[in-house]
């Protein structure tokens, strides 16, 4: 008997199995009224590399007599049998098929596929196990079409008529086990809620808003000068007084003169080059019809601000509500419906968006989530056990939440590189983050990179080289250490120029981890250096100093773009500090590295700071740990990333993963009247009641509110090192080789780091460019020996600023010393002689 879903035997090419059993034995793999035999061998170097987690299994090879039974073998189920000499059956499981569909129908990577045509329409499927597949197009009634199968590809196609245009359609894909009436995975449009595809052409005039064919774009940017600003299409205008009720949380609410669109020009003017989108294709977990939807019906502005009533509220409709973050795809080359005023216009209005924020002078990035989907439903019945990276047992892999995809398999890359090619041709999309890039094999992001490298104005309307690259390069789960194939992850991307979160520095300005289960533990910004909170979690006074220093240096590694080979001041190279195991610096070039210190995940900068900044604290004082925290990030070399509203000291009542948290824990306010989304309730029991007791009396406080001084003031800041940042190439200086050859730390103290970029030749304006980051709550003075007898001053920008505080930053050219308040980043030029 086999157990459901068991799968147990691996068919990884044409002539061989991979099965955990006893090689004398005879085995077979039977099949409808057929049987392939097979014989003991061996696995060859190649295999074993391309399937290590299959390396020390017993190989089965096909018997040459039966090789012309394999094609039609897997159209049907199929059992591996092994039995004893006389015939006994001693096992039977089911059989992964990727790696025999991926040999017997290669030619398919290369194949047209997908909705295509002008006139005549049409569509195909690669379903090369089906016995059969029929198209069923819907109008007044719904009429199948039979579609032929290119047996060297396995595609399934059909050509219709002009008439098909604008009608809804599904497939019919026959196999061994039934039918399954499924949606087309390379489909462009849906129905609502996505039950059927729809049959469009985005050339069409009527998908397209004014002046969409001759939309202007902001100038491009390097990867190692982008500044990123993270946004939640929702967030962005749901709670927005300023925008129509009707158009809040859509993607027309970006085509309005707004609060929000008029603080993102902005934020463009200061310096910001880039938007990146959370999820915006179809997800599944939002009813995409308003009347669909359930939204929350209390009354959370009068509740207390530690009361656990606001989540229970925001608990009891969020499986209906307006709100997801969106990681859990459903179509993935289909923008999502329920951000659309209307669901039918979502191609057209989520151009409208692209369009808006370019002309507000900021390039757009799309958040993909490649490495999983809701669920099995949408793939799996097309190609059953493809789609998804099963175990060894037969069971879809879930280590990323969800059911795994598996992008190693051929058609499932495929998928990706012309899913993500379709967006930056059709939708003008400047970069890509993806979710959970280590569970991609680092040959798929490469092929992306290539696709889009091909991409020209003149023939596709984009420049594809301009296009950047980025996303969480994670080890973890069934992939992890290489268990599959090369994964694209921290340090195998070292040299590809596709960037990876910074998690170092994060952790480095924040203190402690995302997981740790006292969320007080503090780190260079969050007061370590001469501001203990008293948590029994940061330890003794010596271990506090020792992990301040350690700190400094992941800072400063951050500071340099992360670069493997970059030798500190210690004389250690940055690839010799260990961060959990790992090397802390692991980039072959700045542009690699991805800066933050916040972003969607986890608790926002301003909620970090509330845990772990001791209580009393004032609040001209959290406002400038988080100016200062965000400066690491600004000034780094390599990719900066923040998360939006950071800069406006955003709070979402200290929620660590407000994923399906509602509006209102995720309000995103431009009105500094209304507050920072502090002290909304305790935050939703399921993510959060471990750390309700720190939480409470936190929430409880009033001092903890910032009013629009702070908020102002926070957002002041921000703005002056967007500008500095953009002011000169010291903190862009693009290559391995310049960072080495030009920046460095020449003075140090305990809680403060001082950078110095030699910009001679570079900059027209300033020889050098010195940067004091003071952690701690009282001035201090560095000595830069090589600025003596210099004309130094404050930057420019600083120098303006209305923050008076910076402004007593000072420089005694006979010395060479630069002095910096305290909890102050104070950035000083050398002028041109």
Not at 490 to 496: H, I, V
Not at 737 to 751: D, W
Request: glycine share 10%.
């Amino acid at each position: 008997m086999i157990r459901e879903g068991e799968a147990r035997a691996h068919w990884i090419d044409r002539d061989t199995v991979a099965w955990q059993v006893d090689p004398s034995h005879q085995h077979s793999l039977a099949f409808g009224t057929g049987v392939i035999r097979l014989e003991p061998g061996t696995l060859s170097d190649e295999q074993r590399s391309r399937w290590p987690h299959l390396a020390s299994y017993t190989a089965l090879k096909v018997d040459p007599r039966d090789a012309g039974l394999v094609r039609a073998a897997l159209r049907e189920r199929v059992v591996a049998e092994e039995r004893d000499a006389s015939g006994t059956l001693l096992a039977a499981t089911g059989v992964q098929i990727p790696g025999v569909l991926d040999d017997l129908y290669a030619a398919a990577a290369g194949a047209r596929i997908g909705p295509a045509g002008r006139v005549f329409p049409r569509l195909s499927l690669w379903a090369p196990t089906a016995r059969k597949v029929e198209l069923a197009l819907y109008g007044s009634r719904r009429t199948l079409h039979p579609m032929r199968r290119d047996d060297e590809t396995g595609i399934w196609s059909v050509r219709g008529l002009p008439t098909w245009w604008g009608r809804e359609y599904t497939f019919l894909v026959t196999l061994h086990s039934g039918t399954n009436e499924v949606t087309d995975p390379y489909g462009l449009a849906v129905t609502p809620d996505g039950g059927r595809s729809r049959l469009v052409s985005l050339d069409s005039a009527a998908l397209k808003p004014p002046g969409w064919d001759r939309l202007a774009k902001p100038p491009a940017v390097p990867q190692h000068r982008a500044s990123i600003y993270e946004l939640h299409v929702r967030d962005f205008s749901a709670s927005d007084a300023s925008v129509p009720v009707e158009l809040r949380g859509t993607y027309a609410a970006f085509g309005v003169d707004s609060a929000g669109m008029r603080e993102l020009r902005a934020l463009a003017e200061d310096g910001l080059t880039h938007v990146h989108l959370l999820p915006v294709f179809d997800f599944a977990t939002v009813p995409e019809r308003k009347a669909g939807r359930t939204e929350p019906d209390c009354d959370f502005a009068a509740l207390p601000p530690d009361s656990d009533q606001q989540q229970e509220c925001v608990a009891r409709t969020a499986a209906t509500d307006s709100f997801n973050w969106g990681y859990d795809p459903l179509h993935y080359t289909v923008p999502e419906g329920s951000y659309a005023t209307d669901p039918d216009e979502r191609v057209r209005e989520f151009r409208g968006m692209v369009a808006a924020l370019n002309r507000a002078g900021l390039r757009v990035v799309m958040d993909v989530v490649y490495n999983h989907t809701h669920s099995t439903g949408v793939l799996d019945p097309i190609v059953p056990g493809y789609y998804h990276r099963l175990l060894e047992d037969g069971r879809v892999a879930d280590s990323t939440c969800c059911a795994n995809t598996a992008p190693e398999h051929m058609m499932m890359g495929r998928l990706v590189v012309d899913s993500v090619v379709t967006w930056a041709r059709q939708y003008k999309i400047d970069g890509f983050r993806f979710d959970l890039m280590g569970h991609h094999p680092k040959a798929n992001l490469l092929a992306v990179r290539r696709a889009l490298d091909e991409l020209t104005p003149a023939e596709d309307g984009v420049d594809g080289k301009s296009i950047i690259l980025y996303g969480e390069g994670w080890n973890f789960g069934e992939v992890a250490g290489g268990a599959r194939f090369e994964q694209a992850t921290q340090a195998n991307l070292a040299g590809t120029g596709i960037g990876t979160f910074n998690d170092r520095l994060r952790d480095a300005v924040r203190g402690g981890s995302p997981f740790d289960a006292d969320p007080r533990v503090q780190g260079f910004g969050s007061g370590l250096a001469d501001a203990p909170n008293g948590s029994p979690a940061n330890g003794p006074a010596d271990q506090q100093r020792a992990r301040l220093a350690y700190y400094a240096d992941l800072v400063r590694i951050g500071l340099t773009g992360s670069l493997r080979d970059y030798v500190l001041p210690s004389g250690r190279q940055s690839s010799e500090i260990s961060y959990n195991g790992s090397p802390a610096g692991y980039t072959a070039a700045p542009g690699e590295a991805v800066a933050y210190v916040d972003a969607h995940d986890n608790e926002t900068l301003f909620d970090a700071l509330a845990y772990k900044l001791p209580q009393r604290t004032p609040m001209a004082d959290r406002v400038r740990m988080q100016v200062l925290s965000l400066a690491t990030v600004l000034l780094a070399q390599g990719t900066a990333f923040v998360h939006a509203g950071s800069e406006r000291l955003r709070s979402k009542s200290l929620d660590r993963n407000s994923y399906d948290s509602g509006d209102w824990f995720n309000r995103l306010l431009w009105d500094c009247a209304r507050g920072n989304g502090f002290g909304a309730g305790l935050p939703p029991r399921a993510e959060n009641e471990d750390r309700w007791p720190y939480a409470r009396p936190l929430l409880a406080d009033p001092a903890l509110k910032p009013g629009c001084a702070a908020i102002e003031a926070c957002r002041a800041g921000f703005g002056e090192l967007l500008r500095i940042r953009a002011s000169s190439p010291a903190f862009a200086l693009g290559s391995a080789a310049e960072v080495r050859r030009r920046l460095s730390f020449p003075a140090s103290a305990e809680g403060v780091i001082t950078m110095h970029v030699d910009t001679s030749g570079l900059d027209p304006r300033w020889s050098s460019v010195s940067v004091v980051f003071n952690a701690t709550p009282s001035a201090r003075t560095q000595v830069v020996e090589s600025l003596a007898g210099q004309a130094v001053s404050l930057h420019p920008v600083q120098a303006a600023s209305g923050d008076p505080v910076v402004r007593e930053s000072a420089f005694d050219p006979a010395t060479g010393t630069l002095r910096v308040p305290g909890r102050t980043v104070a950035v000083f030029v050398c002028v041109m002689r």
